[in-house]
């Protein structure tokens, strides 16, 4: 899958997007879950948030500034542990390389674990160009694969839009699976056949989500376990990783893995967090013999030095995504992009270009829910912003007038709730911990909700608000 | 000491990189941050080990684990009974002194054999028949190296001896917690893995933090225990100190 999931144009995905009843209830459900329940029940304990979030930032803000030296020292680290780097510019440079090491190893099973910068190069692509079975391991992942490549639609919990009647109807379908739609015979299957794909692999390909200079080390966060045996049973390990996403030493991964998984998920940890350095040692059983490296900038490094720069401190976390209330109308897939939500929003169009993401910057209200709840303080609705004023310049007109929009995202003018509730939920989700007395001793997320919404809205300019200043602008 | 890997296009990357960030290619080491912030190293700070176990206990309960407590007198019927609990064997255990010194040769040599549960202790000399049998075993048991107490969560190095899929492939996990090696959380953990790399050189190749059994949330985010990894966890909690 290329980073671009659809060819249909934003504003009929849109309306796909409204109309698909589940969909919505399930991102309903899944916002007001990890949104805001999770988060204030399991970060509770971190009554310094605040701190927690200033020190995410700087060391993301230190890593980029100097992003040449951590990598240079991450790459001499790994080599002298015997695994191999290569850098790759381009994504076509990426799946050459890669392409050269299946040759080599003469690999025809893959099996992977979830990797958003693989989508983003359209790795698998090439693996079946090159006739190989590549598997996706993430049992979300490994659903949209078996219904023919279905695109993601959240970033952290990729079969989000998808029923449990659905999920079984497609391993019927795919993997002759006979039993009911309960999520735990469906995974249960799913981890009896992928056991077997595990064992007979003979190339385990991996995303990273933090690498450690100091060490050429790199740790994979995961619940399910799937990456662990990715990692540990092929012969050849490859791993990709976006050329941003490293730390000076453990003691930083530390501190992000935590930010990662209460933003992600609202645990204090996943079930495995697991940090590899090299291939295997000499007398080890398990692990791989070789290992490969491949760090990808794929127009990462035009961003840096501008001013959407902050933007490549994301770690991928998703809790943008979690309480944005337009993604919440439209859900993932209307977004065009591998990368939904705010963070997709902002880049998307850095990566994949205006002229296919024009339309992404225009899907908030700029309520800023998201840049207050994002763990290392990239200020999202203010870099929407920034691709709307470029928009306009490159453009010399905005791509949609506000009726286009509101009729866009289903709104009539009667119904301007949406825009308002992004910015009264912004009081929950910008601090998850100081409210959280107040929302615990309520009867349930919902509940908490609707009570937020009552609450005046916080000072800030709201897409409402915004149109109107635009429009005295002289639109 | 593995042979030297290699590199490739990294001068045009990172000169690239340096001409985004409109200076010169940083060469140099350059110095430890200082870091303003520094919150994770307030959590939990002076706890003692008695309350660090308070506080990993209370979290089991939300990771779907049991967490038991014996002596060293106490640690083979525990254990017997854990594993019982799980249906027997085939077991499998890491190579590892301690099983000995703690008392469960008996248990392992002995006992479970003679009532036909295979004991399989990794053997680095048998190459992917380890792997074979960690594929078969219904528990595998290890020790853990550090504890986070606000996590509950277990710590393993790999090596020749320690093998990583003994904590994957079994259907069942038991971990072995020396009380001594509860620390307040991650934190504590990452400055001694560093620690480690400065006095020795050397990381291990796989270092595992475990949470309790595998999970997943993926279909309509329905919490299922057991994907990949083991179906169910136990921790025994061993008071050493
Ligand atoms: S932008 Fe921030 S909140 Fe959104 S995914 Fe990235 S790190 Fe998480």
Redesign the interface.
């Known amino acids: 899958m290329a980073m671009k999931i659809s060819t249909e144009k934003f504003n009929d995905r849109v309306e796909q997007g409204i109309h698909d009843s589940f969909m919505r209830g399930a991102v309903a459900g899944a916002q007001d879950g990890m949104g805001v329940k999770r988060r204030v029940v399991t970060t509770d304990e971190l009554s310094n948030w605040e701190d927690w979030r200033n020190h995410a930032e700087e060391i993301r803000q230190h890593v980029l500034a100097n992003l040449d030296y951590y990598l240079e020292q991450l790459s001499e680290n790994i080599a002298q542990r015997g695994g191999h780097v290569f850098f790759a510019q381009t994504k076509e440079e990426a799946n050459e390389y890669i392409r050269g090491v299946v040759q080599r190893k003469k690999a025809k099973k893959i099996v992977k674990s979830k990797s958003m910068v693989t989508e983003e190069i359209s790795l698998n692509a090439m693996l079946e160009e090159e006739g190989c079975e590549v598997v996706e391991t993430d049992l979300g992942e490994y659903i949209l694969q078996l219904d023919d490549h279905d695109p993601p639609s959240h970033i952290v919990v990729p079969a989000l839009h998808k029923n449990k009647e659905q999920i079984r109807d497609v391993f019927a379908q795919k993997i002759g699976y006979t039993k009911t739609s309960t999520p735990e015979e469906l995974a249960y299957h799913a981890r009896v056949t992928l056991r077997e794909k595990f064992l007979e692999a003979d190339l385990g390909i991996t995303g990273c989500n933090f690498a450690v200079a100091e060490t050429g080390s790199f740790c994979l966060v995961t619940n399910e376990g799937n990456a662990d045996l990715v990692t540990a049973l092929p012969k050849t390990q490859i791993t990709v990783m976006g050329m941003e996403r490293l730390v000076p030493t453990f003691e930083e991964m530390e501190v992000l893995v935590s930010m990662l998984t209460r933003s992600a998920v609202g645990q204090k940890l996943t079930s495995y967090i697991t940090v590899l350095t090299g291939p295997r040692e000499e007398l080890d059983v398990d692990g791989p013999e070789e290992f490969h490296l491949v760090i990808v900038d794929n127009g990462r490094s035009d961003i840096l030095g501008t001013e959407f720069q902050s933007i490549l401190q994301c770690i991928r976390c998703g809790a943008c995504i979690n309480v944005c209330p337009v993604y919440r109308h439209i859900g993932g897939h209307s977004y065009g992009s591998i990368y939904p939500g705010p963070v997709g929003a902002v880049l998307s169009p850095l990566l994949g270009g205006y002229d296919d993401f024009k339309e992404l910057p225009y899907a908030s209200t700029l309520c800023g829910a998201c840049t207050e709840v994002c763990p290392v303080k990239i200020p999202l609705h203010q870099l929407l912003h920034k691709h709307r004023q470029v928009i306009v310049e490159k453009e010399g007109k905005a791509p949609f007038s506000e009726k286009m929009l509101m009729k866009a995202f289903g709104l009539g003018a009667a119904s301007p709730a949406l825009y308002n509730m992004g910015s009264k939920m912004a009081p929950v989700a910008m601090n998850p911990f100081t409210v959280g007395d107040k929302i615990s001793k309520g009867p349930g997320p919902l509940k908490a909700w609707t009570e937020i919404r009552e609450f005046p809205a916080p000072n800030k300019e709201r897409f409402r608000d915004w149109f109107k200043n635009r429009e005295k602008g002289g639109e | 000491m593995?042979?030297?890997?290699?590199?490739?296009?990294?001068d045009?990357?990172?000169?690239?990189?340096?001409k985004?960030?409109?200076r010169p290619?940083?060469?140099g080491p350059?110095p430890?941050?200082e870091?303003?912030?520094?919150?994770?190293h307030?959590?939990f700070k002076g706890a003692s080990p008695d309350e660090l176990l308070d506080i990993m206990k209370v979290?089991c309960q939300k990771?779907h684990t049991n967490l038991y407590e014996t002596d060293l007198k106490g640690l083979p019927d525990v254990l017997n009974e854990v594993v019982e609990g799980y249906g027997g064997g085939p077991v499998v255990i890491s190579k590892d002194e301690r099983f000995s010194e703690w008392g469960l040769d008996s248990l392992l040599k002995k006992e479970w054999p003679s009532r036909d549960m295979a004991v399989f202790e990794?053997d680095?000399t048998?190459?992917?028949e380890?792997?074979r049998r960690a594929?078969q075993a219904n528990v595998g048991i290890t020790i853990s190296e550090i504890t986070?107490a606000?996590?509950a969560?277990v710590v393993l190095f790999?090596?020749?001896d320690h093998?990583?899929?003994i904590?994957?492939?079994p259907a069942t996990s038991i971990m072995l917690i020396p009380k001594s090696t509860l620390v307040p959380?991650?934190?504590q953990?990452?400055?001694k893995?560093?620690e480690i790399?400065q006095q020795t050189g050397r990381?291990?190749?796989?270092?595992?933090?475990?949470?309790?059994?595998?999970?997943?949330?993926?279909?309509?985010?329905?919490l299922?225990v057991?994907?990949?990894?083991?179906i169910k966890a136990s921790y025994i909690v061993i008071h050493d100190l």
Not at chain 2, 2 to 10: D, E, F, M, Y
Not at chain 2, 35 to 40: G, V
Request: proline content about 4%; aromatic content about 8%.
């Open positions: 593995a042979k030297i890997g290699t590199i490739h296009n990294r045009s990357f990172l000169n690239k990189i340096s985004s960030l409109n290619r940083l060469t350059i430890r941050p870091w303003k912030y520094q919150p994770q307030e959590v979290h990771i990794w680095y048998l190459g992917d380890n792997v594929e986070l606000e996590s969560t790999s090596d020749k093998g990583r899929t904590n994957f492939l959380r991650f934190t953990a990452a400055v893995m560093r790399h990381v291990a190749s796989c270092i595992n933090f475990i949470t309790g059994p595998s999970n997943s949330a993926d279909i309509e985010l329905n299922v057991g994907v990949h990894g083991p």
